[in-house]
């Protein structure tokens, strides 16, 4: 009998989805891994999926199994040009003297981090042999604290022990908070969606969102760029840029959040804060607003602001380590997709779902946090087993027949693995590059 993740979230959500609304999935897959890793990604699709049909008061939700597992990757199929590789040439998996540790250098400041902490060229074969010198917490240690990304592998025992993977044991899957009352009923067809999030989970929320009729603006900072994933996330989305240093842009931002109806965001404790956009001022400036944020590492424990990334929660929280076990490699064996990202993605996007459906039964604004760590212990509470699964095999019949014309180039795309009552997503605009279009809304306020 699978393991019921889809009873766990649903209670996480708030577990009064309509008995009406009827869920059925179709044909079968299993991805490779020693967890049940296809079981959580299609609970993901069904929590999204059921929230809005609740929503939009829909009866039948249709889940593709196998198209589902296929959307925890990647998803476009360029024609005519290449996708760029998802990862930075250093970023990976590195032998210490007493372990294995993860480097994540996508990001141009992370990368400078761990090159200055280890002092080498920035090569690989040069950066592990600087790397084999260190014992790994010495090291994870050392390229955070200089503003770095890095993880040092854990077994699932000593994640359980560790205070971080204690403290997030302990916290709720959806940590749910009244924040006041909420302005008049609102729907999801054009529902405004401040989308103030990166790599990968949050774009993952707001690309759902934009397929069923949300208005999503996208909004990044100057600079900042992650070509291996852009033209994955940014589909259906409006993408602006603003200088948060520049008292215009400031006031750019302030208006359209004080517009926004919902705001989804990835910073870490204290980040948004720092920017002069705590909590309070927040509320200020949209006491009505409806906030879905995530985290990496947690909400509480010694770990809570620290930068991560769903590769790196794996390797902290034992999965790399396990699978590592299992399959008998002599290296560290992630997950076969980044499902901590994209479970979690598909959850936010039910968390704002459900906030709205909320709003509309009670009158009240609610907002809802989530994080990597968590739906990781979620999957490993579910146990390990030995290996089994394998790929999807794709076909042309994968592919939905329109071509999307891209930022990049003309290219096809999987086929959406969820019908509500027999229609699927609708995207207004193809995937395209960041900070291209103005800072407004579709409908101005």
């Not at 393991?3 to 766990?8: G, P, V």
């Not at 010495?138 to 025992?157: K, T, W």
């Not at 240093?245 to 359209?256: G, H, I, N, Q, V």
């Not at 009240?364 to 989530?370: C, E, K």
Request: charged letters at 25%; aromatic letters at 6%.
């Amino acid at each position: 009998m699978a393991y019921d993740f889809a009873h766990q979230i649903d209670d996480a959500l708030g577990g009064d989805l309509p008995a009406d609304v009827t869920v059925t999935e179709t044909s079968a897959g299993e991805l490779p891994s020693c967890f049940l890793v296809s079981d959580l990604a299609v609970a993901a699709f069904r929590a999204a999926a059921g929230e809005l049909a609740a929503l939009e008061g829909a009866l039948n939700v249709t889940i593709d199994r196998r198209l589902a597992l296929m959307w925890f990757g990647m998803t476009l199929r360029p024609s005519g040009w290449e996708l760029p590789s998802a990862w930075d040439p250093i970023a990976g998996d590195y032998r210490a003297a007493d372990g294995w540790i993860r480097l994540h250098t996508n990001a141009p400041r992370h990368r400078e981090a761990a090159m200055s902490v280890l002092d080498c060229r920035p090569e690989r074969v040069a950066v592990a042999e600087a790397v084999i010198g260190w014992r790994k917490a010495a090291l994870e240690d050392a390229i955070v604290a200089a503003g770095g990304a890095a993880a040092a592998m854990h077994s699932l025992s000593a994640w359980a022990a560790h205070p971080q993977g204690r403290a997030v044991a302990a916290e709720p899957l959806i940590a749910w908070e009244a924040t006041g009352q909420g302005r008049a009923s609102i729907a999801l067809r054009g529902l405004r969606v401040l989308d103030l999030t990166r790599v990968l989970a949050g774009p993952v929320a707001t690309r759902f969102l934009a397929g069923f009729g949300a208005d999503v603006l996208r909004v990044d900072p100057p600079l900042w760029s992650e070509p291996g994933v852009e033209p994955e996330v940014t589909l259906g989305k409006r993408r602006a840029g603003l200088d948060l240093c520049k008292a215009e842009d400031r006031r750019t931002f302030e208006d359209l959040l004080s517009h926004a109806d919902v705001l989804v965001h990835g910073y870490r404790p204290g980040a948004l804060e720092g920017l002069g956009y705590g909590r309070e001022q927040r509320l200020r400036i949209a006491p009505n607003l409806i906030e879905v944020s995530l985290d990496a590492y947690g909400w509480t424990g010694p770990w809570s602001g620290r930068r991560g990334f769903d590769s790196l929660v794996q390797m902290s929280c034992g999965i790399a380590e396990e699978g590592m076990a299992r399959s008998g490699s002599d290296r560290p064996v992630p997950l076969p997709v980044q499902a901590l990202d994209h479970g979690t993605g598909y959850l936010m996007a039910a968390a704002v779902l459900r906030a709205v459906r909320r709003r509309r039964m009670t009158g009240g604004s609610f907002s809802a946090r989530l994080s990597l760590a968590r739906t990781a212990a979620m999957l490993t509470a579910a146990g390990a087993r030995d290996f089994r699964g394998a790929a999807p095999e794709e076909t042309e019949a994968d592919l939905a027949p329109e071509i999307e014309a891209t930022g990049w180039g003309p290219a096809r795309r999987l086929t959406f693995p969820v019908r509500i009552d027999g229609a699927g997503p609708q995207w207004p605009s193809p995937a395209g590059v960041l900070r291209i279009d103005p800072p407004r809304w579709r409908a101005s306020p």
